[in-house]
């Protein structure tokens, strides 16, 4: 019963608090409230996120897309709630973000939702671009060991791409 509760808590907590609705601007993208930095999603966009120039370190969707085409899945995946999956595979949801913020957490949430909406099994693609990360990981591991909770947990450093 605990189980139930807490998978239906965080089901609840992420389709309130980091569903993605999908609103973009003329270049492809938005603005990341939380963090401010510029969110694609498109890989056509001219808008730099603030963290990069001509590199792709700061750009989630880069590595997002790369990872996407590495396991064949479809980048992007829209609901008809106009949420979006950052990778959609044959078998998983995945949910990519950056390791180094507290946004890491919503990522357990979003993977279980997403995983809810496809019939997929849940996954979290975590990306360490800064020194520190290892807190964050080791939390959201902890909570999937913990719950037994079926999430893939796929950790990429790009500190050195």
Same mark, same amino acid.
């Given at each position: 019963?605990?189980?139930?509760?807490?998978?239906?808590?965080?089901?609840?907590?992420?389709?309130? %608090?980091?569903?993605? +609705?999908?609103?973009?601007?003329?270049?492809?993208?938005?603005?990341?409230?939380?963090?401010?930095?510029?969110?694609?999603?498109?890989?056509?966009? /001219?808008?730099?996120?603030?963290?990069?120039?001509?590199s792709p370190?700061?750009?989630?969707?880069?590595?997002?897309?790369?990872?996407?085409?590495? $396991?064949?899945? +479809?980048?992007?995946? +829209?609901?008809?709630? /106009?949420?979006?999956?950052?990778?959609?595979?044959?078998?998983? %949801?995945?949910?990519?973000?950056?390791?180094d913020g507290?946004?890491?957490?919503?990522?357990?949430? +979003?993977?279980?939702?997403?995983?809810?909406?496809?019939?997929?099994?849940?996954?979290?693609?975590?990306?360490?671009?800064?020194?520190?990360?290892?807190?964050?990981?080791? /939390?959201?591991?902890?909570?999937?060991?913990?719950?037994?909770?079926?999430?893939?947990? $796929?950790?990429?450093?790009?500190?050195?791409?």
């Amino acid at each position: 019963m605990k189980k139930l509760t807490i998978l239906l808590f965080s089901i609840l907590i992420s389709s309130l %608090a980091t569903a993605h +609705q999908g609103r973009t601007d003329s270049s492809g993208g938005h603005k990341d409230s939380s963090t401010g930095e510029y969110h694609s999603h498109n890989s056509e966009s /001219k808008k730099p996120s603030k963290s990069s120039s001509s590199s792709p370190l700061g750009n989630e969707n880069y590595y997002n897309r790369q990872f996407c085409t590495e $396991v064949s899945g +479809q980048p992007e995946y +829209q609901l008809p709630d /106009k949420s979006r999956i950052d990778c959609l595979t044959n078998t998983h %949801a995945f949910e990519a973000d950056w390791a180094d913020g507290l946004k890491v957490y919503e990522s357990v949430g +979003q993977s279980l939702y997403y995983a809810a909406e496809t019939g997929k099994q849940p996954g979290i693609l975590l990306l360490i671009r800064k020194n520190g990360s290892d807190k964050h990981i080791r /939390k959201v591991k902890r909570v999937i060991e913990r719950w037994k909770l079926p999430i893939k947990l $796929v950790i990429i450093d790009v500190r050195n791409n």
